[in-house]
């Protein structure tokens, strides 16, 4: 009479389980790296509250990128001429909406000029202003690259912009961004990322105790 014929024992899968910890290693580096995101843009934060405290005026950035020295800081620059409007929405200071007026302003023979947000309007129609000497914070431009650009290393250095203290006639005066008003949710991001990470882990362990026995 031949004896039964035992079926050996399921082994724990050694290729998938080194896959699942490669990729749950890789999602724990980058919650690590969006925390030290997180300290680094308080930091950041902490040094455009500072620029905004003070009252001296720097030279305007001729060309980008814009050192984080010299964002938020006054400055002045001479528009000699409006090469084109970028009407975009807005706020004034009062919290109030409308269309930000934005110039591309030339400012000599070469170079990219500067950008002057000279106020805020009811509608689209720019405002009769040719030019001249504008005072005001120095700011980020509105296009700023994407994450997507960045990750890939086609992002261009983005230009910045002066929001003018005195409003050409007819407008208000725009609202001045604030380094509080810089975007830090690398906190939640770090933990969207732990939390993919155990999920991943809890899904894997209990489909392949699963398969272990059946």
């Known amino acids: 009479m031949t004896e039964p014929v035992v079926p050996a024992p399921r082994r724990w899968p050694v290729i998938p389980t080194i896959v699942v910890l490669c990729a749950v290693a890789a999602m724990i580096a980058l919650g690590v790296w969006q925390l030290q995101r997180k300290a680094e843009k308080e930091a950041l934060i902490v040094l455009y509250d500072r620029n905004m405290a003070m009252s001296s005026l720097v030279s305007y950035p001729k060309l980008p990128p814009v050192p984080d020295a010299m964002l938020f800081r006054k400055s002045s620059v001479v528009c000699l001429e409006v090469v084109q409007w970028d009407p975009r929405g807005g706020t004034d200071r009062k919290g109030a909406s409308g269309i930000r007026m ?56 983005a230009r910045a912009m002066l929001v003018a203290d005195t409003p050409v006639a007819g407008l208000r005066a725009s609202a001045v961004p604030t380094g509080a008003g810089v975007p830090n949710n690398h906190l939640a991001y770090a933990f969207q990322w732990f939390f993919f990470a155990i999920v991943a882990l809890i899904i894997y362990v209990i489909a392949v105790r699963r398969r272990l026995q059946r």
Do not use: M, N, S
């Open 102 to 157: 934005i110039a591309d302003c030339r400012t000599g023979a070469e170079g990219p000029g500067v950008l002057v947000d000279v106020g805020i309007a009811e509608d689209f129609k720019p405002p009769q202003w040719q030019g001249g000497t504008v005072q005001g914070t120095i700011v980020p431009g509105p296009e700023q690259p994407t994450l997507v650009e960045r990750l890939t290393g086609k992002a261009v250095p």
